[in-house]
């Protein structure tokens, strides 16, 4: 099959208008660095099945970031038959030199400048043709994000396809002298490009004079996640319990009533463990989904970027650098792409420093399980603060470990982060953010989910002689072994078993203790609220919290440090930090006779 590939320096809509022309779902994000790694995806074009590659953007061919190597990688591993390089309309004096270098690789190739609509706004103006006649190659102007000009990209392709029947490799090794590049490029920029000696005041230039203010710049940064998160719980909660009364009917109504005649365990592991664990952790999908298209706004709109230069110079402090807050903040959604995100990092220590802290970030998957709790225990008002009280120890932790670590990790790099102009996302992109985001989630999620409670819901259950979840079966013989650990911690014994298969996913950790109980999501709530008291229940949300947050990430953290020593690390000391927590925050209350 034939290859094309897409190329260009990052934030330039290359994702954009992959998804665009492939239907695929590559994250989208107005943040320099938002992939980093390779996606393909198949496109008919000129009667044929091509190959079409989304690739991290890079700044050129010579960086040695992560995020970089993989471009690298893959043009002199992988032959292509064209190279489609997308540059940003709006900066083209500073990124035709990619395009000048990219042009001595030898390859076919066709040239996009994407955000003609910015470009139009700002009062710049190409020479298309002059310009097209300069480079010796197609040009198509064209806005990825509103789908203008698809029809000259089309062209162009097929074009580029025709003229370049050859798949071949590209000499990433080519030699060239920036210098010559530099000459040409002034020179070709001077003869076609116009652009208007006083740039007009924009809405990037007066939304940054408030939202980067010296003193205000932080708190506002804080008030407006803070009321994002109130209007994802507003809107979310009564969705959930929506859905959660749904799921209660037709248990009662339909799976009932056909189960009627099963035999007793049949109608157990259907209903109890299958139904009640699925069910439970469904019945928190709309709030997952708000969660994600609010996040995605945040993405979109470049105030993440913002985040990064507000945070920086705390960020240093800590050892770390403000990508690093921004990194932590995406992985509020998932750690996974969170930790993969470190790839733009160039020094390995700052790198590894990140991926210490990442996991702390509390995820979606442990949102959940503290959603449950809170809402469980608490009447609403504390439910909130407590929900909050529990964001602000993620970044406790987080912070705490840097300070404890900067000294083996030491960074010497001056954060360069360029200032993207603040975008609004079209619904279009909202409606397939979160939905790929969310979908991710459950797919993730659901594999973990069912075998897990198929799991727990045996180990509870067998012996099928004995009470169900009792200490005579096999769960209560785990319990009863780990039970040393966490008595300090004021854990009982099921709800330990269900942290100990919270380690694979905190995802399982809510049907898990529907399994336990067998109970569905209200009932459990009033099980729960019997049994044990806040501090207990704290200690559990607190350990649940700090300690590792899947199998996951784990993976994830070896892959990327490629360190078995480091990966120990990052697992163990959270794991530590966990306990010693939960055991000063329940000893202490318990003392002060809470
Ligand atoms: N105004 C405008 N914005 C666009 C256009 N195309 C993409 N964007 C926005 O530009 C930002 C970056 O888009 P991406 O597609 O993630 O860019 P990328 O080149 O893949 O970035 P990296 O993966 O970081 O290299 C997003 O906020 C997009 O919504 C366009 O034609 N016009
Ligand atoms: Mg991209």
């Known amino acids: 099959?034939?290859?094309?590939?897409?190329?260009?320096?990052?934030?330039?809509?290359?994702?954009?208008?992959?998804?665009?022309?492939?239907?695929?779902?590559?994250?989208?994000?107005?943040?320099?660095?938002?992939?980093?790694?390779?996606?393909?995806?198949?496109?008919?074009?000129?009667?044929?099945?091509?190959?079409?590659?989304?690739?991290?953007?890079?700044?050129?061919?010579?960086?040695?970031?992560?995020?970089?190597?993989?471009?690298?990688?893959?043009?002199?591993?992988?032959?292509?038959?064209?190279?489609?390089?997308?540059?940003?309309?709006?900066?083209?004096?500073?990124?035709?030199?990619?395009?000048?270098?990219?042009?001595?690789?030898?390859?076919?190739?066709?040239?996009?400048?994407?955000?003609?609509?910015?470009?139009?706004?700002?009062?710049?103006?190409?020479?298309?043709?002059?310009?097209?006649?300069?480079?010796?190659?197609?040009?198509?102007l064209v806005s990825a994000k509103y789908g203008h000009g698809f029809e000259a990209i089309r062209k162009a392709l097929e074009h580029l396809l025709r003229t370049a029947p050859q798949a071949m490799l590209a000499h990433t090794e080519a030699l060239h002298s920036d210098e010559a590049i530099e000459a040409e490029l002034d020179r070709i920029v001077s003869d076609t490009i116009n652009t208007p000696v006083v740039l007009p005041p924009n809405l990037t230039r007066r939304l940054d004079r408030i939202l980067l203010h010296p003193v205000f710049g932080l708190p506002l940064f804080f008030l407006s996640m803070f009321a994002l998160f109130q209007l994802v719980y507003g809107l979310g909660t009564p969705l959930q319990n929506g859905l959660s009364a749904l799921l209660g009917y037709f248990n009662s109504d339909v799976l009932t009533p056909v189960l009627r005649h099963a035999p007793t365990p049949l109608t157990s592991f259907?209903?109890?463990?299958?139904?009640?664990?699925?069910?439970?952790?469904?019945?928190?999908?709309?709030?997952?989904?708000?969660?994600?298209?609010?996040?995605?706004?945040?993405?979109?709109s470049g105030y993440l970027a913002r985040a990064a230069f507000l945070m920086d110079a705390l960020m240093a402090r800590l050892g770390l650098d403000g990508r690093s807050f921004v990194m932590q903040l995406m992985g509020l959604g998932c750690n996974v792409p969170a930790l993969m995100g470190t790839r733009v990092m160039r020094s390995r220590a700052l790198r590894l420093l990140t991926m210490m802290v990442i996991p702390f970030s509390l995820c979606s998957a442990r949102l959940q399980v503290f959603l449950f709790f809170t809402s469980a225990i608490f009447k609403p008002f504390a439910a909130a603060s407590m929900l909050f009280f529990l964001y602000l120890t993620s970044f406790a932790m987080a912070f705490l470990t840097a300070l404890v670590w900067r000294g083996k990790f030491r960074n010497h790099e001056p954060l360069l982060l360029e200032l993207p102009p603040y975008r609004f996302p079209t619904t279009r992109q909202l409606l397939v953010q979160g939905w790929q985001q969310s979908g991710h989630f459950l797919r993730g999620a659901s594999g973990f989910i069912v075998a897990g409670v198929v799991l727990i819901w045996f180990l509870t259950h067998v012996p099928f002689n004995v009470a169900p979840a009792s200490p005579a079966t096999l769960a209560g013989h785990l319990a009863a072994w780990m039970h040393p650990v966490f008595a300090p911690l004021g854990i009982n014994r099921?709800?330990?078993?269900?942290?100990?298969?919270?380690?694979?996913?905190?995802?399982?950790?809510?049907?898990?203790?529907?399994?336990?109980?067998?109970?569905?999501?209200?009932?459990?709530?009033?099980?729960?609220?019997?049994?044990?008291?806040?501090?207990?229940?704290?200690?559990?949300?607190?350990?649940?919290?700090?300690?590792?947050?899947?199998?996951?990430?784990?993976?994830?953290?070896?892959?990327?440090?490629?360190?078995?020593?480091?990966?120990?690390?990052?697992?163990?000391?959270?794991?530590?930090?966990?306990?010693?927590?939960?055991?000063?925050?329940?000893?202490?209350?318990?003392?002060?006779?809470?």
């Open 494 to 594: 099921l709800l330990s078993l269900t942290l100990l298969f919270g380690f694979v996913a905190k995802e399982i950790v809510i049907g898990a203790l529907a399994v336990i109980y067998s109970a569905g999501e209200k009932n459990l709530a009033g099980i729960l609220a019997h049994q044990i008291d806040w501090v207990q229940a704290t200690s559990f949300m607190l350990f649940t919290l700090i300690y590792t947050p899947c199998l996951s990430t784990i993976a994830v953290l070896k892959q990327e440090s490629k360190s078995i020593s480091f990966t120990l690390l990052a697992v163990l000391w959270p794991l530590g930090l966990a306990w010693l927590v939960s055991f000063v925050f329940y000893q202490t209350a318990r003392s002060l006779g809470w």
């Open 1 to 140: 099959m034939k290859r094309l590939a897409l190329l260009g320096m990052p934030n330039t809509g290359k994702s954009t208008l992959f998804n665009r022309l492939t239907g695929a779902g590559a994250r989208v994000g107005n943040w320099p660095g938002m992939t980093v790694d390779m996606l393909s995806a198949k496109v008919l074009l000129a009667g044929g099945m091509v190959e079409l590659v989304d690739l991290p953007g890079i700044y050129n061919l010579h960086g040695f970031s992560d995020d970089e190597q993989v471009v690298r990688h893959f043009l002199s591993s992988q032959p292509v038959n064209g190279l489609v390089v997308i540059l940003d309309a709006t900066q083209l004096d500073r990124q035709l030199n990619l395009f000048l270098q990219l042009r001595a690789l030898q390859c076919p190739m066709t040239l996009i400048l994407n955000m003609a609509d910015e470009a139009r706004q700002l009062g710049i103006h190409i020479n298309q043709e002059k310009l097209s006649a300069e480079l010796g190659c197609d040009i198509s």
């Open 270 to 300: 259907i209903t109890d463990g299958l139904f009640n664990g699925i069910g439970t952790v469904l019945s928190f999908l709309p709030i997952i989904v708000l969660f994600f298209v609010f996040m995605a706004i945040v993405e979109d």
